[in-house]
């Protein structure tokens, strides 16, 4: 049952080109989760809750662990939510809507992995909003560091200070025409770091 609602939301997006994860990256993300076995994860950028039900699923098999998820698109939030109802994981997770790098200033627990997927110049923002609840050690899993431009204040920060790790994915540009010729590969990456203090 879970794994059908998580196939449908895939092609939900793929279909309305909503951005999202893809398979290839939330396997990494799932192996993160997998590894750190977190008690709080927060996650910037739901959209209608792919890499949500990723992290979900694996919190589910480990059997303990909450997910915060923040999108300031009504729309999607409430399809997420509608998502993770049909999943059967809602009691597993908390969907906010608002600015991430606001809502974040508002959770008062300790938060053992941060994931950023929503605007790109905003993770910076975002890490900094959280940084005082941050565990020692913490998991910060970045995507779309390809963009390494948009985003140069927190990859300075976190390459610098921590642990930091890049991981590299091969993409195919999607044809703006709509065509299915998919056009020269585009390389993207997602940064796992581990943070300490
Ligand atoms: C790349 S998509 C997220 C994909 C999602 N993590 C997944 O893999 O299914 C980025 C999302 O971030 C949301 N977003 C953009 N700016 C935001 C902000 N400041 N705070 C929260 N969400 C934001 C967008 O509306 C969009 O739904």
């Known amino acids: 049952m879970f794994d059908n609602v998580l196939n449908e939301v895939e092609e939900q997006c793929r279909a309305e080109r909503i951005p999202m994860l893809g398979p290839q990256k939330a396997k990494l993300l799932a192996g993160c989760v997998e590894k750190a076995k977190p008690s709080l994860i927060v996650e910037c950028g739901t959209a209608i809750g792919y890499s949500g039900l990723w992290i979900l699923r694996e919190l589910k098999k480990i059997g303990a662990g909450r997910l915060i998820t923040v999108e300031i698109e009504e729309d999607n939030a409430q399809r997420a ?11 597993l997770v908390d969907s906010r809507i608002g600015d991430a790098s606001e809502v974040l200033k508002t959770i008062e627990e300790p938060v053992d992995f941060l994931f950023l997927d929503n605007n790109k110049d905003g993770y910076f923002a975002c890490y900094k909003a959280i940084e005082s609840r941050l565990t020692n050690p913490a998991t910060i ?7 390494a431009d948009q985003m140069a204040d927190y990859l300075d920060h976190v390459r610098s200070n921590y642990e930091s790790e890049t ?3 091969e993409s195919w540009r999607r044809r703006r025409d709509g065509g299915n010729n998919p056009g020269p590969p585009r390389r993207d990456g997602m ?7």
Request: charged share 30%; hydrophobic share 40%; net charge neutral.
């Open 167 to 169: 991981h590299w994915f």
């Open 81 to 91: 939510r509608a998502n993770f109802e049909k999943a059967g994981v809602s009691d």
């Open 191 to 197: 940064e796992v770091t581990i943070y300490k203090h």
């Open 141 to 147: 899993v970045a995507d779309n560091v390809g963009r």
